[in-house]
């Protein structure tokens, strides 16, 4: 039976953001596939503290020795490359792989690739690797930095395009999350690239009617974004949804949960208080998943207001299979093109005409979608072309 050892930079066992979840999702199907799946972990306790596993290689210890310590936008590659660069994480780092004996090897995002580069170099015959790509990285680098201001910008992202092409290069296989992607993906290599778009889980919340989190009550009308603290969310919110919260009505709300609230709260703070934000938004910060089905159940709508970003939306999934009406952009339906013209789905890339859906979302009507929209949603479904993928390399 085909063992396969999957690399995150993350812990996934109880996932929350958006990476996480495609990663526990990846594994669990492919594990009822029939595959062995290990999962190995890296990263900095510090920064997952209530993540529910340990690491397998703890990168605490080591980020004083990490380049660009003042730019946050990248930590993720110049964290991780210490499992490369400093000798006490590489060799746990290497002792880990080599008790798991697997297959293949899987890598979730490109950066713990040098890592693995510098394991591999020291063998004859090594498994074989698979990359699960979520985004181009270097463009969405290279959009959250010029949007920080950040000196040095193309030199860093230089670096970061260099690292995926080597990685797509030398990887027996690769996915990609939309054909966009897939198609910069595949010129940069003469292996497969499959495309396995985001899904998500279907939800049974219709016990759940009126059950509502402090301080929403049942008489108010709400629409609903979800989304993490990275840069494309509380940008793309700032821009699209801010604007519109002056043509809301008595009792009608825009509820945000996940941490994206926080950066939405500071920077409310900042520019002083916002007469239209003080009781029309409601800002939940993260929930659990039991207030988060609350949310989906009693919500009139859902906003998906991403402006620019790569990969395709996670959230999109989840709001297409709710049935609820959706207000969202062009660029957050990346990868889900076809369902931009579903009954209650309203596209609109300029603030006003954005504004004009939400009012259009609030007198709309959820309707479930049907059974076949619903299974080409589903994990199961959209992560088939990477098992299939493991299945050509493993044979």
Same mark, same amino acid.
């Given at each position: 039976m085909t063992k396969i050892l999957q690399l995150t930079t993350y812990p996934t066992r109880y996932p929350r953001h958006g990476g996480q979840l495609r990663a526990h999702h990846t594994a669990r199907v492919l594990e009822e596939s029939g595959y062995i799946l290990d999962r190995m972990p890296v990263f900095s306790q510090s920064l997952y503290p209530r993540g529910g596993e340990d690491p397998a290689v703890d990168l605490d210890q080591a980020r004083t020795k990490r380049r660009f310590r003042d730019t946050w936008q990248v930590m993720d590659l &110049? %964290?991780?490359?210490? @499992?490369?660069?400093? *000798? %006490?994480?590489?060799? =746990?780092? @290497?002792?880990?792989?080599? $008790?798991?004996?697997?297959?293949?090897l899987m890598l979730e995002e490109p950066w713990l690739w040098p890592a693995v580069w510098r394991w591999r170099d020291s063998l004859s015959a090594p498994p074989p690797?698979? +990359? *699960?790509? +979520?985004?181009?990285? +270097?463009?969405? #680098? @290279?959009?959250?930095?010029?949007? $920080? =201001?950040?000196?040095g910008a193309d030199d860093i992202c230089a670096d970061v395009e260099a690292l995926e092409r080597d990685l797509t290069q030398c990887a027996a296989g690769s996915s990609a999350t939309t054909a966009e992607d897939a198609a910069t993906m595949q010129a940069w290599t003469e292996n497969r690239v499959v495309v396995a778009r985001n899904g998500t889980i279907l939800r049974k919340v219709e016990h759940l009617h009126h059950i509502l989190p402090v301080p929403l009550e049942p008489c108010q009308k709400f629409l609903l974004f979800v989304g993490s603290g990275q840069p494309p969310n509380f940008t793309g919110f700032w821009d699209m949804v801010i604007p519109a919260l002056s043509t809301l009505r008595a009792g009608e709300r825009i509820v945000v949960a996940g941490s994206v609230s926080q950066l939405i709260e500071s920077r409310i703070e900042k520019d002083g208080p916002l007469c239209m934000a003080r009781d029309r938004?409601?800002?939940? !910060?993260?929930?659990n998943d039991l207030t988060l089905e609350c949310l989906l159940c *009693?919500?009139?709508?859902?906003?998906?207001?991403? &402006?620019? !970003?790569?990969?395709? *939306?996670? #959230? &999109? $999934?989840? @709001?297409?299979?709710?049935?609820?009406?959706?207000? !969202? &952009? %062009?660029?957050?339906f990346r990868g889900f093109e076809e369902y931009k013209s579903l009954p209650a789905v309203t596209i609109e890339d300029d603030p006003t005409a954005f504004a004009v859906g939400i009012r259009r979302a609030f007198n709309s009507k959820a309707s479930p979608r049907a059974i076949h929209l619903q299974k080409q949603l589903l994990w199961e479904s959209t992560l088939q072309p990477i098992v299939d993928l493991v299945s050509t390399i493993a044979s």
């Open positions: &110049t %964290t991780c490359e210490l @499992a490369a660069v400093d *000798n %006490t994480c590489f060799q =746990k780092f @290497a002792d880990r792989i080599q $008790a798991s004996d697997a297959d293949i690797v698979v +990359y *699960n790509a +979520y985004n181009i990285e +270097y463009r969405a #680098k @290279a959009a959250m930095l010029v949007e $920080a =201001k950040v000196s938004l409601i800002l939940l !910060g993260q929930v *009693n919500a009139a709508g859902i906003l998906l207001p991403i &402006t620019y !970003g790569g990969g395709s *939306n996670l #959230k &999109t $999934a989840e @709001a297409l299979i709710s049935g609820l009406p959706i207000v !969202g &952009t %062009t660029h957050a």
